[in-house]
């Protein structure tokens, strides 16, 4: 694709539109007859270059460590290079589940490995047991009663569901961190509580399992004495005034752009939006223990992360 942004007009859009047509077309399904021609044309002007860059031998590519876009997915099936993902864990040995060319279901994990056994939890958490299952973390019991229930199920840390024809599906996770897609690990609470160290941030939940960068939402602090005695200028005339949207949005966003200037690439927050209702215990928005609920939170703002991703 790079490669192609440097070449000339029609290439770009040649790109462009075969793109277009295999990240719509899912695995397995008849594409119909008009679509199938406008495939082989992708195939034989662009595809093909693909598998010829990857050797051309190529028969299937593993597919690991973070969850792969459904569009991806969609795009080198379309291509010839047909993906398939498999779920894992160190602790666990680590593979767990897989897809294979005889059980093989698109956006799924595939089905697991011989002497696996998973639970789902009744908080939806995945738990694992196996021969290969660690026994405990080197020198660290705490670790280990945490992560290892007396029956000796390995708590993931990730949500899912095995469907009726046994493929695992991850929903989302319950720990404090996540992998963006480049298989890079990241803990929001750490981001979020450096954001609200802020005195216009009154309240951080940032998001990105599995997506290529880090988004946030955020509750900005709209009391006007705490912003005007920070030293930013707003334009009011009393303390009972308080700022318009267009206002905490700009002192937002400074202090978003101050944080990332101090952060390492995975870190950086690169898109945001304020929220306009507080999170609560009332609204589901903050569990029994007082802290986020990441979980309803993704679910409450599905829109403005679809936005995000675009």
């Given at each position: 694709?790079?490669?192609?942004?440097?070449?000339?007009?029609?290439?770009?859009?040649?790109?462009?539109?075969?793109?277009?047509?295999?990240?719509?077309?899912?695995?397995?399904?008849?594409?119909?007859?008009?679509?199938?021609?406008?495939l082989s044309l992708s195939n034989w002007l662009v595809f093909s270059t693909w598998r010829k860059a990857l050797g051309g031998r190529v028969k299937v590519v593993l597919c690991g460590g973070a969850a792969l876009q459904p569009r991806l997915l969609n795009i080198f099936h379309t291509?010839?290079?047909?993906?398939?993902?498999?779920?894992?864990?160190?602790?666990?040995?680590?593979?767990?589940?897989?897809?294979?060319?005889?059980?093989?279901?698109?956006?799924?994990?595939?089905?697991?490995?011989?002497?696996?056994?998973?639970?789902?939890?009744?908080?939806?958490?995945?738990?694992?047991?196996?021969?290969?299952?660690?026994?405990?973390?080197?020198?660290?019991?705490?670790?280990?009663?945490?992560?290892?229930?007396?029956?000796?199920?390995?708590?993931?840390?990730?949500?899912?569901?095995?469907?009726?024809?046994?493929?695992?599906?991850?929903?989302?996770?319950?720990?404090?961190?996540?992998?963006?897609?480049?298989?890079?690990?990241?803990?929001?609470?750490?981001?979020?509580?450096?954001?609200?160290?802020?005195?216009?941030?009154?309240?951080?939940?940032?998001?990105?399992?599995?997506?290529?960068?880090?988004?946030?939402?955020?509750?900005?602090?709209?009391?006007?004495?705490?912003?005007?005695?920070?030293?930013?200028?707003?334009?009011?005339?009393?303390?009972?005034?308080?700022?318009?949207?267009?206002?905490?949005?700009?002192?937002?966003?400074?202090?978003?752009?101050?944080?990332?200037?101090?952060?390492?690439?995975?870190?950086?927050?690169?898109?945001?939006?304020?929220?306009?209702?507080?999170?609560?215990?009332?609204?589901?928005?903050?569990?029994?223990?007082?802290?986020?609920?990441?979980?309803?939170?993704?679910?409450?703002?599905?829109?403005?992360?679809?936005?995000?991703?675009?």
């Open positions: 694709e790079t490669k192609s942004k440097q070449g000339g007009f029609w290439e770009r859009k040649l790109l462009n539109r075969a793109l277009g047509i295999a990240e719509k077309t899912e695995p397995g399904l008849d594409p119909g007859l008009i679509k199938k021609i406008k291509a010839g290079i047909p993906v398939y993902e498999g779920y894992g864990i160190t602790e666990a040995g680590p593979l767990v589940s897989y897809n294979t060319k005889t059980g093989l279901k698109p956006y799924t994990l595939g089905k697991l490995m011989a002497g696996i056994e998973v639970q789902v939890a009744p908080d939806g958490e995945l738990l694992v047991k196996s021969p290969s299952l660690m026994p405990a973390y080197f020198k660290n019991t705490t670790g280990t009663v945490h992560a290892i229930t007396p029956e000796g199920w390995l708590r993931t840390g990730d949500l899912g569901e095995i469907d009726k024809e046994g493929f695992l599906k991850i929903t989302g996770i319950k720990k404090e961190i996540f992998k963006l897609s480049s298989g890079i690990y990241v803990s929001p609470a750490a981001i979020e509580e450096r954001l609200q160290q802020s005195a216009v941030i009154r309240k951080a939940w940032v998001y990105g399992h599995n997506r290529d960068f880090l988004s946030a939402i955020i509750i900005p602090e709209t009391t006007f004495g705490i912003i005007s005695n920070c030293g930013y200028e707003i334009d009011h005339r009393t303390e009972n005034d308080l700022p318009n949207h267009e206002q905490l949005f700009t002192l937002v966003q400074d202090a978003v752009k101050k944080y990332n200037s101090s952060s390492r690439g995975p870190d950086l927050v690169v898109k945001f939006a304020l929220a306009k209702e507080d999170w609560t215990g009332e609204n589901g928005l903050i569990n029994e223990k007082g802290e986020l609920n990441r979980s309803a939170l993704q679910q409450f703002y599905h829109s403005h992360i679809q936005s995000f991703y675009e």
